[in-house]
């Protein structure tokens, strides 16, 4: 009698592999603004802390040049807290002028995957453009001429 094989035949990359598929898919073309707040001597800044180091790299920033990524150092044991202004046609299209994310018991790689859930998502859609040949164009000029007779 054999036992029935319910596993993976792969193991997983880690932790850091999944944080470069989120970091991939993070797109910040709807975010005008992002705030990042945070106690630097208060213990569950680290998320927030990673978070702002990848928002700050210049990929991630690339996506959209025009957005501004502030810093707020707080002091008093206040709890973190990541803002995320949106521009005009993001904000017509989810209703929000801005989400905040509250990353104190959270991990970086959460606070990603909820990044790209509610934000990658308001980003416009790029169009592809594609190029004709002229064979291509041909046969859309005698389509066109074929109609006409």
Known sequence: ????????????GGVVSAIGKQL??????????????????????ISARELLFHLSTPKISGTNPKCVLRTEIL???QPSEISFL????AQKQAQLKEIKL?????????????CNKHIS?????????????????????????????
């Open 1 to 12: 009698m054999s036992i029935y094989y319910s596993g993976t035949f792969t193991r997983s």
């Open 24 to 45: 991939k898919l993070l797109n910040l073309k709807a975010v005008s603004r992002i705030i990042v707040k945070f106690d630097p001597f208060k213990e569950n800044t």
């Open 75 to 77: 002091c008093g044991r």
């Open 86 to 89: 949106l521009n005009d046609p």
């Open 102 to 114: 509250l990353p104190e018991n959270l991990s970086t790689l959460e606070l990603l995957q909820i």
């Open 121 to 149: 998502t308001l980003a416009p859609q790029e169009e592809i453009a594609t190029t004709k040949t002229k064979l291509e164009k041909k046969q859309v000029g005698t389509k066109k001429g074929s109609k006409k007779k």
